[in-house]
């Protein structure tokens, strides 16, 4: 499985941005799809918002419930996360993530990132 982030950018405080997350190759065998982030300076990524690919609506950290909504378009294999009310600490690099089922097991897949930056 490949995925490929784009959407990434600079946007002032209360604006927004969409993220889009393209998976290719053995996308049947997706079993778990997530956004995750890495802040400036921080070594360990947070998981942003996660969807299941049986279905059941996607979970939210609590820092952005409420602001960022977790979608996808199954026929385009293509996640976006649409980022609302954007706050500076949100600033960090975006990565798309796979969870596939290959040979009874599971292996993690990850996006480049993208950067998201926003201003105060």
């Known amino acids: 499985v490949q995925l490929v982030e784009s959407g990434g950018g600079l946007v002032q405080g209360g604006g927004s941005l969409r993220l889009s997350c393209a998976a290719s190759?053995?996308?049947?065998?997706?079993?778990?799809m997530a956004w995750y982030r890495q802040a400036p300076g921080k070594q360990q990524r947070e998981l942003v918002a996660?969807?299941?690919?049986?279905?059941?609506?996607?979970n939210y950290a609590d820092s952005v419930k409420g602001r960022f909504t977790l979608s996808r378009d199954n026929a385009r294999n293509t996640m976006y996360l649409q980022m609302n009310s954007l706050k500076p600490e949100d600033t960090a690099v975006y990565y798309c993530?796979?969870?596939?089922?290959?040979?009874?097991?599971?292996?993690?897949?990850w996006g480049q990132g993208t950067q998201v930056t926003v201003s105060s």
């Open positions: 993530s796979a969870i596939v089922l290959e040979e009874l097991e599971l292996h993690d897949y």
């Open positions: 190759g053995r996308t049947s065998s997706i079993a778990r």
């Open positions: 996660s969807i299941a690919s049986g279905g059941g609506n996607p």
